[in-house]
């Protein structure tokens, strides 16, 4: 798993945390539930609207795979092509028959499966192509939900402020009730802040940073099989693909 979104955000909570203690406040008394309801609900609700419900239903998956997608390493797919290359050059293509049923990475087993089935390699490509493509529109909606909540986060929690300081207008005749209402009705604004900018927006971006780098490896596959069906020497391909990923990230794999 990479932990960037978990160590990010958890980094953000303390410093907000430290921060409140520091000046002498308590971070308990901004736990109220009644703008913590109003924020995080009224965020999702009007996120909710603003799409499709098919769009909302899946978005606890999303934050599971924002904050939990495991490494994604290029470096993988182009050994693994490499290898059935090798095989290919030597024995056939068919000879990867039952060897592309062990990939485990679907794309690549069947763009695979679609080369050795005798394919032209221009529909090979075709294919491939537009699955990926698919995916980035499919990978850009799930990522708008939360662009969407981050945008209407602050909004959300200056109506829950609005609401309170109705709320402390209410209650003049009291003095001493006035301060602690006050406090109150601003947490609302706090909350819709704070979750625009450390849950939703760094998780839109992570979604989109995820998709990003899943489209990359998968246009890896695409050129190693098309290597494949070609023919092409397994040095070469090697040399090919690696040159498709950053610098950096091959340094990482050699580290």
Do not use: Y
């Amino acid at each position: 798993m990479d932990p960037a979104s978990l160590a990010g955000m958890g980094l953000a909570l303390v410093a907000i945390v430290v921060s409140m203690i520091m000046e002498g406040g308590d971070p308990m008394s901004i736990i109220l539930l009644p703008p913590i309801i109003l924020v995080f609900l009224g965020t999702f609700g009007v996120a909710m609207a603003s799409g499709m419900m098919k769009d909302a239903v899946g978005v606890i998956g999303l934050m599971k795979r924002a904050m939990l997608s495991p490494k994604i390493e290029g470096g993988a797919v182009i050994d693994v092509v490499v290898k059935l290359a090798d095989r290919a050059r030597r024995e056939g293509l068919l000879a990867l028959e039952d060897e592309a049923k062990k990939v485990e990475d679907p794309f690549l087993r069947k763009g695979l499966e679609l080369a050795i089935d005798g394919t032209d390699s221009d529909e090979v490509r075709e294919i491939l192509e537009a699955e990926i493509d698919t995916k980035r529109k499919h990978d850009k909606v799930g990522a708008k939900i939360f662009t969407d909540m981050g945008g209407f986060a602050p909004t959300i929690g200056i109506i829950g402020t609005v609401l309170g300081l109705v709320h402390v207008l209410e209650n003049l005749a009291d003095p001493s009730q006035l301060g602690h209402l006050i406090a109150g009705a601003f947490v609302a604004t706090l909350f819709g802040v704070m979750t625009a900018n450390v849950f939703w927006l760094p998780m839109a971006n992570r979604l989109k940073r995820i998709s990003e780098l899943e489209c990359e490896q998968m246009m890896l596959a695409l050129e190693g099989v098309l290597a494949i069906q070609a023919g092409s020497n397994p040095r070469l391909v090697a040399r090919k693909l690696r040159s498709l990923v950053p610098a950096s990230a091959e340094q990482d794999k050699a580290a």
